[in-house]
T-cell receptor
Framework: AQSVTQPDIHITVSEGASLELRCNYS??????LFWYVQSPGQGLQLLLK??????LVQGIKGFEAEFKRSQSSFNLRKPSVHWSDAAEYFC????????????FGTGTRLLVSP | DVKVTQSSRYLVKRTGEKVFLECVQD?????MFWYRQDPGLGLRLIYF???????EKGDIPEGYSVSREKKERFSLILESASTNQTSMYLC?????????????FGPGTRLTVT
């Protein structure tokens, strides 16, 4: 069965600084990988996804993520963080289980300092 | 825009009560999902439905049941609420079966069982 690890519970970044959120997955084949963001009081919104092809994927709000098979990682990056990026970020993995069953990580809460 | 609405943002119930959480989507989506979100555990799938009157168990179905009588509505039922069911409940929907179809999330219902 697939699993996801987000090793950082909280991260604080200064506004304007770069950001990298870590995600490691466990799955036997090529996984489907996703990053979601949850702003306070909101549901989850899809930032980006990786299925195959180019290992660097671009998403909404200036985010990107890189799939590294050798490291079983799918880290999320943003070159310059804005105060509005403060939120909780979830990595998720989907496998070939038939239905659209996603397994989510435990989340990383991003705090942005002035 | 896809809209997924949940009947209540906050709900307080007593132990042993029967609780209904309602979710409605307005985009004729085939699939609907119920997750619960707990700190340190991320999102976990309770049940999902891929068609009217069809349902499949997720990872943590115990203590819950679901109902989907109409395509746009998916209900989560706690037959006899317990304090360990205090949580945030998120509903989602998607157009089709594969991971290419994005899951759209509602804002969540924060349920407290006392």
């Amino acid at each position: 069965a697939q699993s996801v690890t987000q090793p950082d519970i909280h991260i604080t970044v200064s506004e304007g600084a770069s950001l990298e959120l870590r995600c490691n997955y466990s799955y036997g084949a090529t996984p489907y990988l996703f990053w979601y963001v949850q702003s306070p009081g909101q549901g989850l919104q899809l930032l980006l996804k990786y299925f195959s092809g180019d290992t660097l994927v671009q998403g909404i709000k200036g985010f990107e993520a890189e799939f590294k098979r050798s490291q079983s990682s799918f880290n999320l990056r943003k070159p310059s963080v804005h105060w509005s990026d403060a939120a909780e970020y979830f990595c998720a993995v989907g496998g070939n289980t038939g239905f659209q069953k996603l397994v989510f990580g435990t989340g990383t809460r991003l705090l942005v300092s002035p | 825009d896809v809209k997924v609405t949940q009947s209540s943002r906050y709900l307080v119930k007593r132990t042993g009560e029967k609780v209904f959480l309602e979710c409605v989507q307005d985009m004729d989506h085939e699939n609907m999902f119920w997750y619960r979100q707990d700190p340190g555990l991320g999102l976990r799938l309770i049940y999902f439905s891929y068609d009217v009157k069809m349902k499949e168990k997720g990872d943590i179905p115990e203590g819950y049941s679901v109902s989907r009588e109409k395509k746009e509505r998916f209900s989560l039922i706690l037959e006899s609420a317990s304090t360990n069911q205090t949580s945030m409940y998120l509903c989602a929907s998607s157009l089709g079966q594969g991971f290419a179809y994005e899951q759209y999330f509602g804002p969540g219902t924060r349920l407290t069982v006392t």
